[in-house]
T-cell receptor, first 116, second 111 residues
Framework: DAGVIQSPRHEVTEMGQEVTLRCKPI?????LFWYRQTMMRGLELLIYFNNNVPIDDSGMPEDRFSAKMPNASFSTLKIQPSEPRDSAVYFC??????????????FGPGTRLTVL | QQPVQSPQAVILREGEDAVINCSSSKALYSVHWYRQKHGEAPVFLMILLKGGEQKGHEKISASFNEKKQQSSLYLTASQLSYSGTYFCGTDYTGGGNKLTFGTGTQLKVEL
């Protein structure tokens, strides 16, 4: 059974460019999460979806960041325009979204973003 | 509000035990423990629900002290494979979805 799939695994771009990160959650999972990990701030929740609907986007740093989930098997996180301080590892995670007992989050391999 | 983990880092000899603590200033509904190896994604270890339960996973167990709003992760007879960064994720809402992760504890097990 495939886990959470993210692409690309590595992205190097220049300041001002648009960046799009992609995620395919585990089939049958109803909740999807986007996290950012840096040395300074640790692992931060950016936004999460339940049944394709954004539930909490309070962690999105600013308007340059946007996330969509057009269907149950695909989500994107877009940064436009990108800035050097956006450099981080971005993780996507999914969970069944049921009771808390079963709400284990499974993380994808991450996308390492470097903005020059 | 980010939970505080202690210690920040620990080095063990293989076979030694360790305790990692996760403390919150807010009431917790559940605590989720993850381990992340360098360059890899966090991997789920266990969930602790409020009620003070204790859980075990091989030689790794955890407890949840509701009065102290604290969870502790116990690693016994450590193995080289236990090396990594351990994170606690705290659920303040009761829904289990929105986790706030701690600062992490780096654990290194040496021969």
């Amino acid at each position: 059974d495939a886990g959470v799939i993210q692409s690309p695994r590595h992205e190097v771009t220049e300041m001002g460019q648009e960046v799009t990160l992609r995620c395919k959650p585990i089939s049958g999972h109803n909740s999807l999460f986007w996290y950012r990990q840096t040395m300074m701030r640790g692992l931060e929740l950016l936004i999460y979806f339940n049944n394709n609907v954004p539930i909490d986007d309070s962690g999105m740093p600013e308007d340059r960041f946007s996330a969509k989930m057009p269907n149950a098997s695909f989500s994107t996180l877009k940064i436009q325009p990108s800035e050097p301080r956006d450099s981080a590892v971005y993780f996507c995670a999914s969970s069944r979204g049921g009771t808390v007992n079963t709400d284990t989050q499974y993380f994808g391999p991450g996308t390492r973003l470097t903005v020059l | 509000q980010q939970p505080v983990q202690s210690p920040q880092a620990v080095i063990l000899r293989e076979g030694e035990d360790a305790v990692i603590n996760c403390s919150s200033s807010k009431a917790l509904y559940s605590v989720h423990w993850y381990r992340q190896k360098h360059g890899e994604a966090p991997v789920f270890l266990m969930i602790l629900l409020k009620g003070g339960e204790q859980k075990g996973h091989e030689k790794i167990s955890a407890s949840f002290n509701e009065k102290k709003q604290q969870s502790s992760l116990y690693l016994t007879a450590s193995q080289l494979s236990y090396s990594g960064t351990y994170f606690c994720g705290t659920d303040y809402t009761g829904g289990g979805n929105k986790l706030t992760f701690g600062t992490g504890t780096q654990l290194k097990v040496e021969l």
